[in-house]
C-alpha cells in the first residue's frame, strides 16, 4: 500500500486535522454508516459510540470536528432517505442555477474552477506524449490518489472502497498512452488546493481529458451548488441531449476527476443514489459532509 496511516489523532480541540487525521475519519464515518443502514430505527449516541469501541464523549468529539455538527444530526443526513430530502428540497435545475446565482456561491466546489480541456484529436491519441505525474494523499474521504500534468489536476480517484492497487489501474487505463511518473512533491500544491486545510480555499486548476460529449456533461455538473444535487435527467436537458439520460450517466461515472467535478451531486429521478465509481459509501459520505457545511 502506497498510503500510510497515523492512529495518533488525538488534539487540542482548536488545532486543525490534518490530511491523515480527515483520512481515518472519513473511515470511522463509513464504518457509522455501515452500522446506522443496518437499522430500522435512529440509533444513540451511546449505542455507536460502543460499536465504535470508543467513550460516548470522544466519539462525539471526533465526529463533530470531522462533520461540524453532531452524531444525532448527521445520522439523519446519512439515512436512505437522505437523497429522497435532498432531491426535494435542493434539487438544482441546471438551466436555471446561474441565474438564480446558485452557481459559484460559497465553498470549495462553487469557486470558480479554472480549468481546460484537452483537445478532441489529442484526447483520440490516448494520452501519447503526454506526462503525468501522481501521488497518494490523505482527504476527508481516504486515500486519495492525484493525477495532474503542468496544467492541472486530471485525475482523483478513491481508494477508501476499491484499493489502492484497483483505483491505479482504473486511472491508468484512462490514458493508456501517456507516460506515468511518480511525484508527490510537485503533486503536493495541487493536492492542498483540491483538499484545503483550515477552510483555505483556492480555485484549482484543472486539465480535464475526455471526449467532447463527457466535457459537456463534467462542465454541467460544475454548476451544481455545494449541498444542492441534480439528476441525470437535468444533465441531459441542459446540455441538450434529453434523451440521452443513459450515455450522460455513462459520463458521469466516466468522471475523471472526482469530488472537484462533483459527480456525487447527480442522482437518479427517483432519488435514488444511484452508482459510483469509487463505492457508494463514498458517495454518500461526501453528500452528508457537504450539507454538514452547507446547514
Not at 131 to 155: K, Q, V
Not at 254 to 268: D, F, K, Q, T, Y
Request: glycine share 10%.
Amino acid at each position: 500500500m502506497p498510503v500510510r496511516s497515523r492512529l495518533n489523532l488525538v488534539t487540542a480541540k482548536d488545532e486543525p486535522m490534518s490530511h491523515f487525521e480527515t483520512g481515518y475519519h472519513y473511515q470511522l464515518m463509513r464504518r457509522a454508516i455501515e452500522l446506522i443502514d443496518t437499522q430500522n430505527e435512529p440509533l444513540t449516541l451511546e449505542a455507536i459510540a460502543g460499536e465504535m469501541q470508543m467513550s460516548p464523549a470522544h466519539f462525539q468529539r471526533i465526529f463533530s470536528r470531522w462533520a461540524g455538527v453532531s452524531p444525532k444530526r448527521y445520522q439523519q443526513w446519512l439515512t436512505l432517505d437522505h437523497a429522497k430530502s435532498l432531491l426535494a428540497d435542493r434539487h438544482t435545475t441546471l438551466e436555471t442555477a446561474d441565474a438564480v446565482g446558485l452557481s459559484g456561491s460559497g465553498r470549495l466546489h462553487d469557486l470558480f474552477v479554472r480549468w481546460e480541456a484537452m483537445s478532441p484529436g489529442d484526447y483520440a491519441k490516448g494520452g501519447a506524449g503526454l506526462e503525468i505525474l501522481w501521488g497518494w494523499f490523505e482527504s476527508p474521504f481516504g486515500p486519495a490518489l492525484i493525477m495532474g500534468t503542468d496544467r492541472g489536476i486530471c485525475g482523483i480517484g478513491f481508494a477508501a472502497e476499491t484499493g489502492a492497487d484497483a483505483t491505479m489501474e482504473d486511472m491508468i487505463a484512462r490514458w493508456p498512452r501517456a507516460t506515468f511518473t511518480e511525484d508527490p512533491t510537485a503533486l503536493k500544491p495541487l493536492a492542498d488546493r483540491a483538499f484545503p486545510a483550515d477552510g483555505q480555499e483556492t480555485a484549482p486548476k484543472l486539465f480535464v481529458i475526455g471526449a467532447p460529449f463527457q466535457i459537456k456533461v463534467w462542465e454541467a455538473l460544475l454548476t451544481i451548488p455545494t449541498g444542492h444535487v441534480t439528476t441525470y435527467s437535468d444533465i441531459a436537458q441542459a446540455i441538450g441531449h434529453p434523451k440521452a439520460v443513459r450515455a450522460v450517466g455513462s459520463a458521469v461515472g466516466r468522471n475523471p476527476i472526482s469530488w472537484l467535478i462533483p459527480c456525487h451531486r447527480a442522482l437518479r429521478k427517483s432519488g435514488g443514489l444511484g452508482g459510483y465509481h469509487w463505492g457508494l459509501p463514498v458517495k454518500r459520505t461526501m453528500l452528508a459532509w457537504e450539507a454538514a457545511e452547507t446547514a
